[in-house]
């Protein structure tokens, strides 16, 4: 239910939102002040108004544990684009400042980044797996180790070749796992629970006003609900409204383009 949530579009996503905290907060005023249930409303009457402090410092807290998790998920999703795209970016450099010809070299590293950029990226924000990244790797793989490498341009060159290889393999892999990460339905329930509650303690405090009532439980529910969207549009880093780009890896196909 919650992953279904977090696919949806961006003004799906807060129209839940909004939905769920705007029928909390009309319950929470009609069981306050309707005539079947003043009565016994008036008996909780008395609440001071640190209490709902008290909930929505817990609330806060843990809305932040969750933005933290998601957030720094974002910036290793960032992290490991870039670091894939500068170790195939380093092949290059390397494979033309040798002495010798690696235009074959060259090609290999294009057609990776093509099948990266062209079929893996478009897969990977579908929670699919693309084919032909693999075979593409692979190609690569055999072409740094290629003996002839170390006779022609050193043993130096083919080493930078191998591990700008590897690094950019382990980046992949890295990208790769954080694409396929989420946050734990249970952390998610908590939070929305907890915005719950803490609507709830903000009515027991205004108990004696409808209007003043209506006014924080309007005030909270909107803050509630422009955080815990914005949180969720970044749940997935790959996909989505806000997300990370293939620009690192896109300039590369502009390089061996030319």
């Known amino acids: 239910m919650i992953k279904a949530w977090l696919d949806f579009p961006i003004l799906e996503l ?14 929470i005023v009609i ?15 008395g609440v ?34 870039q670091s894939e795209a500068a ?19 060259r090609s ?13 990226w478009p897969a990977m924000a579908q929670d699919q797996k693309a084919r032909s990244p693999a075979p593409a790797y692979d190609a690569l793989l055999r072409e ?7 006779q022609t341009a050193g043993g130096a060159v083919q080493t930078a070749l191998l591990n700008a290889a590897v690094g950019a393999g382990r980046a992949r892999s890295e990208r790769l796992a954080l694409a ?20 709830i303690s903000i009515g027991l405090v205004h108990l004696k006003r409808v209007g003043a009532q209506i006014t924080a439980l309007t005030v909270f529910s909107i803050a ?20 990370v780009e293939p620009g690192p890896l896109a300039e590369l196909t502009k390089i061996a383009a030319q």
């Open 14 to 27: 807060f129209a839940v939102l909004s939905t769920l905290y705007a029928t909390t907060g009309a319950v």
């Open 31 to 45: 069981a306050s002040f309707s005539p079947a249930t003043v009565v016994r409303m008036r008996r909780v009457e």
């Open 48 to 81: 001071v108004a640190p209490f709902s402090g008290a909930v929505g410092v817990l609330f806060a807290f843990l809305t932040g544990f969750l933005a933290n998790d998601i957030t720094d998920r974002n910036r290793q999703a960032a992290r490991a684009v």
């Open 87 to 105: 170790e195939l970016r380093n092949i290059y450099a390397v494979s033309h400042a040798s002495v010798s010809d690696m235009a074959s070299l």
């Open 108 to 120: 290999v590293v294009a057609k990776y980044v093509s099948a990266l950029v062209k079929d893996e």
């Open 144 to 150: 740094v180790s290629d003996p002839q490498i170390a």
């Open 180 to 199: 396929s990460d989420r946050t734990i339905d249970a952390k998610w329930i908590l939070v929305l629970i907890l915005g719950v509650v803490t609507q």
């Open 224 to 243: 509630v609900v422009i955080a815990l969207g914005l949180i969720g549009l970044q749940e997935r880093p790959f996909s989505g409204d806000i997300r």
